[in-house]
């Protein structure tokens, strides 16, 4: 399978710590996205990285690139109990299909 | 930004009925779709790359005799699941992306979820 793995599978947090994320993929890629989706919901875009970038921000949240070891990191600061969700990694490959395959996903619990 | 709409968002339908689903990229021409389902407590699967105007790309393992899919413009891509069984009942997700280049963007649906009594 092509599906590239994230871990854990499963975070429980009390609100404002940090939650880390990462996601590991199996080919050369152009991009890698975040996507954030709630329970039974349609995907949220949080951000996009390319392949010659090593770290985004947005808001609240911080994404490395690592592709010498083919991984990405998505950082929650401050969480709060509305970022409960499930997040995945989408990663588009290099060798021209464009077509973006998503990790197993992460699925982040909030305590208040 | 660009938005991608899906219609229906929710559809009940009989066992052995056929359901067709819409992808619309409401302002910009996809080059390209893409359709995913994603069962309870999964992740997303890719089934089929769609261009338009030609045959789609299933993904291995995905019928494509079962799951029709036609991108009759470069606006909609349709997905229709034919004779319908309860283990489709999923959560259909299409994807338009804009332009041929490895920088090219890509935009998801809001869903579409299907149930098959």
């Known amino acids: 399978s092509q599906q590239g793995e994230e871990d854990p599978q499963a975070l429980s947090i009390q609100e404002g710590e940090n939650a880390t994320m990462n996601c590991s993929y199996k080919?050369?890629?152009?991009?890698l996205q975040w996507y954030r989706q709630n329970s039974g919901r349609g995907l949220v875009h949080l951000i996009l990285?390319?392949?010659?970038?090593r770290e985004k921000h947005s808001g609240r949240l911080r994404v490395t690139l690592d592709t010498s070891k083919k991984s990405s990191s998505l950082l929650i600061t401050a969480s709060r109990a509305a970022d409960t969700a499930s997040y995945f990694c989408?990663?588009?490959?290099?060798?021209?299909?464009?077509?973006?395959?998503f990790g197993t996903g992460t699925r982040l619990k909030v305590l208040a | 930004g660009a938005v991608v709409s899906q219609h229906p968002s929710r559809v009940i339908c009989k066992s052995g009925t056929s359901v067709k689903i819409e992808c619309r990229s409401l302002?910009?021409?996809?080059?390209?779709m893409f359709w995913y389902r994603q069962f309870p407590k999964q992740s997303l699967m890719l089934m089929a790359t769609?261009?338009?105007?030609?045959?789609?790309?299933?993904e291995q393992g995905v019928e494509k005799d079962k799951f029709l899919i036609n991108h009759a413009s470069l606006t909609l891509s349709t997905l229709t699941v034919t004779s319908a069984h309860p283990e489709d009942s999923s959560f259909y997700i299409c994807?338009?992306?804009?332009?041929?280049?490895?920088?090219?963007?890509?935009?998801f649906g809001p869903g579409t979820r299907l149930t098959v009594t």
């Open positions: 994807s338009a992306r804009v332009g041929t280049s490895g920088r090219s963007e890509q935009y």
């Open positions: 080919t050369s890629i152009n991009n």
């Open positions: 990285i390319r392949s010659n970038e």
């Open positions: 989408a990663t588009d490959s290099a060798s021209g299909t464009y077509k973006y395959i």
């Open positions: 302002d910009f021409q996809a080059t390209t």
């Open positions: 769609s261009n338009e105007g030609s045959k789609a790309t299933y």
